[in-house]
């Protein structure tokens, strides 16, 4: 957090570009970054690109013990349509504002569009903590931080401080 990168608008992957092997090599370091720190998942910008690309998705992840899994997803110039303006808030935290963590409110259902590695389209509905993870994500995106969503700054704080009885995690993400 801090680093100005993280507040740009991240740029489009030309369709054409997709198999290069500069765009295959930023989605394999992407993957090995996100599985090496157990994330749920990681956007171009928080590695240094500016390219419009996110992962995510892990069957158990040890900072999220209580969330189901999310299938591991490639997606490139997401687009996110929210299928309902109902919001919930939960926990959120971030590999690029660490040791924090804080209630943010994202839609609870959602479709989502783009493209994968190999230049196919993928449409999908989700809702729960895979539509929460495509949010957070593709908020990197747009410049985004999550704090920068936190609606009430008492659920907002060092992940120690807030959850002293656990190793990494609150309750639910």
């Known amino acids: ?20 092997q500069e765009v295959q090599l930023l989605i394999d370091d992407l993957l090995d970054t996100m599985y090496t720190v157990n994330g749920a998942g990681l956007a ?18 040890p900072r999220y013990p209580l969330a189901e899994g999310v299938p591991e997803t490639i997606l490139i110039n997401p687009v996110i349509t929210p299928l309902s303006d109902v919001q919930e808030e939960d926990w959120e935290g971030c590999l690029s504002v660490p040791g924090i963590r804080g209630k943010v409110p994202r839609y609870i259902k959602i479709r989502y569009q783009g493209y994968d590695r190999d230049g196919q389209p993928i449409d999908r509905t989700v809702e729960g903590f895979h539509a929460r993870v495509v949010q957070h994500e593709c908020d990197h995106l747009i410049g985004k931080l999550y704090p920068m969503r936190v609606k009430d700054f008492s ?4 992940t120690e401080v807030l959850f002293p009885n656990l190793q990494d995690s609150p309750p639910a993400e």
């Open 44 to 61: 171009a910008p928080q590695i240094g690109v500016n390219k419009q690309l996110v992962v995510f998705g892990f069957d158990k992840n």
């Open 1 to 20: 957090m801090g680093d100005p990168r993280l507040l740009e608008i991240a740029n489009p992957i030309s369709l054409d570009l997709i198999a290069s």
């Open 155 to 158: 659920n907002f704080g060092f």
